[in-house]
């Protein structure tokens, strides 16, 4: 029996529809019958469009993708990936930068020549603020304005005049007539405890009091940081 041979362009060629005998004439009316039962059971086969890369199937339909090229551009595609949302949540974090805190610097010990220059005048007292008679919240506030200002104006050496207390009030006076004015030397006494809030240390070097030419225990010599 002969085999169907499929052509190039992928068609199978067509079977004799009836065949009447044998190729050869040396067989048999047996096995002639034989041969004509086969070959009226033969159909017709249809050949398989050929799979190319770029070109066109066997059938004239569209072409086929390349199975080479995708799995390549499969294993290639995750690779190819280069913007920030690509990228793991952990390596994204880890490229923004943060700022660190600002942390305000510690007072410093005043410098005792300075203190003597300033005693003796030979260091000038650029400026000065009288918190004497205020209440607490009044004089704090006026306290953080002016240095903050002074900072700002790029001064150095200044003087804080608190007053010295109740101490100094004439005995004979009444109680009931102290008892409307403001509490006496409670400014001095807050006045080192307010300088070194984070908020005034940005502004201040340190702090010392003051000779009795500029008030004595009653002021205090400031001096300020050089503005940035």
Aim: glycine share 8%.
């Amino acid at each position: 029996m002969k085999r169907v041979k499929a052509k190039k362009d992928g068609t199978a060629e067509k079977p004799a529809s009836k065949p009447t005998q044998a190729a050869d004439p040396h067989l048999t009316d047996e096995e002639r019958a034989l041969w004509r039962h086969v070959a009226s059971g033969i159909k017709r086969l249809r050949a398989k469009p050929r799979i190319t890369d770029g070109g066109a199937s066997g059938d004239g339909g569209a072409a086929l993708p390349s199975l080479t090229t995708s799995r390549a551009a499969d294993r290639v595609e995750p690779r190819r990936a280069g913007n920030a949302a690509s990228l793991p949540a952990a390596s994204a974090r880890r490229s923004v930068p943060t700022a660190a805190p600002t942390v305000s610097p510690s007072l410093a010990d005043f410098d005792p020549r300075k203190a003597k220059k300033l005693a003796k005048g030979r260091t000038g007292i650029e400026a000065r603020l009288d918190l004497h008679g205020l209440r607490q919240d009044e004089a704090h506030t006026r306290l953080v304005h002016f240095l903050r200002d002074c900072h700002q104006r790029g001064l150095k050496h200044v003087l804080i005049i608190t007053g010295k207390g109740r101490e100094n009030d004439d005995p004979q006076t009444p109680f009931v007539d102290t008892l409307d004015r403001p509490a006496r030397g409670v400014i001095r006494r807050n006045l080192p405890r307010w300088l070194d809030e984070p908020e005034l240390r940005t502004f201040v070097v340190g702090y010392t009091s003051a000779s009795q030419r500029h008030g004595g225990d009653g002021a205090f010599y400031v001096e300020l940081r050089r503005p940035r």
